[in-house]
């Protein structure tokens, strides 16, 4: 077991090592001279090919690619993402606090789905083929096809406005929270709820259930057996779920002004801010690696299955 | 006394209305083997179930089961539950799934005894060493610490036996447990089940679609088809005078597989049709 | 034609069907359904409220709504589709070369396709708009970009398994053309696969492209998109939110129909797919992912 943790930590490192190689010829294949970028993001009125050359010198753009990499790379390490086009300020004193912030979104809204998802498709498990199971497969269809910013401009609407509930925007107490991890929730937990159903309706059927039932096992630990099973999927499941979340709350946080990175990526794309834009696929596909490590370790952990094919 | 009496019972499923079990009537007598005989789909399972009381909750089943002259069907949910592995053990066909898979096999054979012995925890692997060992099952205490799909089905099935052992059931209830087995595990099991019955002293259900086995183990055999019992009577009259003509036919069929293969063990040439 | 036939049984399916045919129909022939011209500006009209002449209402800047959608339809749907058919037929031919070949070009193939996996897919998909710049062009190349490693990754799994039958390995000992055994005898039955997969992601695929426009990185104005349209009406939202209403329910209707239509896809075509596939031997940098769904829309 221990072997095996220390291999898929060992292996990141050459993954994220590609990763940040990808990153860097990501950005360098813009169609737009870099230098010309920064020249015009710092409203520089009037571009000569001798202002291009200076700048070129100034951030190492003269140099051979892999020596710029390499550069880029040893800083990267140092948490120096460079500064940034349009402010000047290092990237990482933006990147950080936003990607906190984010993070926080991220983890409470993945708590809430995690907490709902299991609630419901126990629910429509046990109930299966009932009115109940029904319904709430049938509202969250309806719910997954909603556009969340929509839903999202609604609830501001509706309940941050007309009934002055609860904070439209910002993120200044935990009622900020509120309406945006309801919003991610609801998006997601509509779709993860059903892995949740079919792992306990599959798990359900199985013959170790009747088989337990047939010994004389008490319902309590019948049901500490199934749910043992089906939380197996469930948390390889959400072990994808958490990255995916962390990358996509773009939207919601554009929505509610949330200041994390989903709104500083935004600012960065629409001013082509390219050392933010760099940096912020760096830091979110490190997490999205480290994150998929750690799922596929807790999952190695549970399933004693899948620990012996190690 | 008959160990167990079914009158009357019927089994239909809420959804459809349809009768899986139409009325259906046999008994156990102490000390005796009933093998119940059918292909699948016939009922035999789901009459095994309702004994137990283990129908899905869609299926619903109606008239007597008596077991030791009491009706189980006024048993409350807890009373039927200490009767079950105590005095009605079931044995399944699929040793792989019948375990929880993410647990070794220890955890359900302790759980299952704490929930009919006061025992102790050394008690308990004592009495299951014992018992596994009486099964020809090898380094017991270290079987107890593997996954179920660190083990073969063979050893699985008799790890169920084993259980049996200890718990020393009035009735053991086996449905198909040799179907999933390759051959020479089949003929272990059903030695085991044999001095199970030597041993214990109890009643044994067997249900099978393997004629060998059943000619083999059972001293009556019931047929089922299509949820009614078709013929029932002592094992040897059911085998050499069936009487219903779905009888003759499954005997028959087998007839003609084994005496193509004692043809072919007679060194007779064996002409292919193409 | 059997598929129509198992799709009118299921009363669902077939509305969601009609919906959807119906929807592409009027997306493409826009101009004849149209009342009025998408983008004629009238002050007078500003936030009328639905009339005869125009029966969804007038927006902020006095345009026809209904002409609106119609032309919507074009970007907000019929665009996506044309990018989700580019990167299934990339993932197609690269997971065909893969799964059938094996070998070098596999192990090639499924690396880039690792690394691709490797970044999150909505992340990587702003990148390559920011580098690209804005523009509804430009957030379609991203989604082929990053969409297409998924499918190859899925595709070669169907391929393989389909090339490891009896039928197929016949064939390829008795002589017949790779190309040929791929026509006759892998693209027929890995199809149900293929068209399972890509209609499964139509629906984030058109609620994250909305999101782009909504959030001002896609169709530049005075262009209708719907995703753009709720972004216009999020500005006045507080005056009159009912703007909010007609591409809201547009999006949700289609979105829904796709939904409906790609589950009932699963069960016809494949049923053991709508299972929980269990996850089974996890390498590192080999691991499919059968719930690569990302709701942001």
């Known amino acids: 077991m221990a072997s095996y943790i220390l291999r898929r930590i060992l292996i990141m490192i050459p993954l994220l090592i590609i990763i940040s190689f990808v990153t860097f010829v990501l950005i360098n294949l813009s169609p737009l001279d870099p230098a010309e970028v920064v020249l015009q993001s710092q409203g520089v009125p009037q571009i000569t090919d001798q202002l291009i050359a200076e700048t070129k010198e100034e951030f190492g753009m003269d140099k051979p690619f892999l020596v710029q990499y390499f550069h880029w790379f040893i800083s990267c390490l140092q948490l120096d993402f460079g500064h940034s086009y349009v402010t000047g300020k290092p990237v990482w004193s933006l990147i950080g606090p936003a990607f906190l912030n984010t993070l926080k979104l991220t983890v409470v809204s993945s708590v809430a789905i995690i907490a709902l998802s299991i609630l419901l498709g126990v629910i429509c498990a046990v109930r299966e083929g009932k009115m109940i199971d029904k319904s709430i497969r049938g509202v969250s269809f309806f719910l997954t096809a909603m556009p969340s910013y929509w839903l999202a401009s609604l609830m501001i609407l509706y309940i941050s406005v007309k009934l002055n509930l609860l904070p439209t925007s910002g993120m200044n107490s935990f009622k900020s929270y509120i309406l945006p991890v309801a919003i991610i929730t609801i998006s997601y937990a509509g779709i993860y709820f059903r892995n949740v159903r079919t792992s306990m309706i599959n798990n359900l059927n199985e013959d170790y259930v009747l088989y337990g039932r047939a010994c004389g096992l008490s319902e309590k630990k019948i049901t500490i057996h199934i749910l043992r099973n089906s939380l197996q999927v469930a948390i390889s499941i959400f072990g994808m779920a958490v990255p995916i979340i962390l990358g996509s709350t773009v939207v919601i946080e554009n929505v509610f002004a949330w200041p994390g990175l989903g709104s500083l990526s935004i600012q960065a794309i629409l001013s082509r801010d390219f050392p933010i834009i760099q940096a912020y696929v760096l830091v979110l596909a490190t997490a999205f690696v480290i994150f998929n490590t750690l799922s596929d370790i807790v999952n190695a952990v549970m399933n004693p299955k899948l620990r012996s094919n190690l | 006394m008959n160990l167990l009496e079914v009158n009357n019972l019927k089994v239909w499923d809420v959804n459809t209305g349809k009768e899986i079990i139409v009325n259906s009537s046999f008994h156990l007598k102490q000390n005796s083997c009933l093998a119940i005989v059918g292909e699948s789909g016939s009922g035999k399972s789901v009459t095994c179930r309702a004994i137990m009381k283990l129908n899905k909750s869609y299926l619903r089943q109606s008239g007597e089961i008596l077991f030791k002259g009491k009706n189980i069907h006024d048993l409350s949910e807890k009373e039927m539950r200490k009767k079950r592995g105590k005095n009605l053990c079931m044995i399944l066909q699929n040793g792989m799934s019948a375990f929880d898979p993410s647990c070794v096999i220890g955890i359900h054979l302790r759980e299952t005894l704490a929930e009919h012995f006061n025992w102790s925890k050394k008690e308990m692997s004592g009495r299951m060493k014992s018992a596994m060992e009486s099964v020809m099952l090898k380094n017991p205490l270290e079987i107890m610490n593997k996954y179920p799909h660190q083990l073969s089905g063979g050893m699985l099935q008799r790890i169920m036996i084993a259980l049996a052992i200890v718990l020393e059931p009035d009735i053991i209830i086996a449905d198909e447990p040799t179907t999933a087995l390759d051959a020479i595990s089949q003929y272990e099991v059903i030695e085991q089940f044999k001095k199970l019955r030597e041993r214990l002293g109890c009643s044994m259900i067997f249900i099978s679609h393997d004629l060998a086995v059943v000619k083999n183990i059972a001293d009556e055999v019931l047929v089922m088809k299509d949820g009614e019992i078709v013929e029932r009577g002592k094992t040897a009259e059911v085998f050499s005078e069936p009487q219903h003509d779905y009888t003759k036919y499954l005997v028959s069929t087998r007839q003609v597989l084994s005496n193509h293969f004692n043809r072919i063990m007679e060194g007779e040439a064996v002409v292919v049709n193409s | ?297």
Not at chain 3, 62 to 74: A, E, P, Q, T, Y
Not at chain 3, 172 to 197: E, M, Q, W
Not at chain 3, 209 to 215: A, E, P, R, V
């Open chain 3, 1 to 297: 034609m059997k598929f129509l036939k198992s799709i009118s049984q299921d009363k669902i399916a077939a509305i969601s069907f009609i919906v959807i045919v119906l929807t592409m129909i009027i997306g493409t022939f826009a101009p004849l359904f149209s009342p009025h011209d998408p983008n004629g500006v009238n002050m007078g009209l500003r936030y009328a409220p639905p009339s005869l002449e125009f029966l969804l209402g007038n927006d902020h800047l006095g345009r026809c709504i209904l002409s609106r959608i119609i032309f919507g339809i074009r970007p907000s749907i019929l665009w996506v589709l044309g990018a989700l058919v580019i990167s299934v037929l990339i993932g197609a031919v690269l997971g065909f070369l893969a799964g059938y070949f094996r070998g070098k070009v596999d192990a090639i193939i499924m690396r880039i396709c690792d690394i691709m996996l490797s970044f999150p897919g909505y992340v990587m998909t702003l990148a390559i708009i920011g580098i690209l710049g804005i523009g509804l062009g430009n957030i379609l190349i991203a989604f082929i970009i990053v969409k297409w490693a998924w499918f190859a990754r899925v595709i070669r799994t169907s391929v393989m398994q389909y090339s490891e039958l009896e039928y197929v390995k016949f064939a390829k000992s008795v002589g017949i053309s790779n190309l040929t055994i791929i026509r006759k005898h892998l693209i027929p039955v890995t199809f149900a696969d293929i068209a399972v997969i890509s209609s499964s992601s139509i629906g984030s695929m058109i609620l994250q492209i909305s999101g782009f426009s909504f959030l001002g990185l896609g169709i530049q104005a005075p262009n209708a998109e719907w995703g753009m349209m709720l972004n216009e009406a999020r500005g006045v939202m507080f005056t009159s939110p009912e703007l909010m209403l007609a591409p809201g329910l547009a999006i949700i209707l289609v979105v829904s129909a796709f939904n409906f239509l790609a589950d009932s896809l699963q069960i016809i075509l494949n049923p053991k797919l709508s299972r929980t596939i269990k996850p089974k031997k996890n390498s590192p940098f080999s691991k499919i992912k059968n719930q690569e769904k990302e709701v942001a829309g």
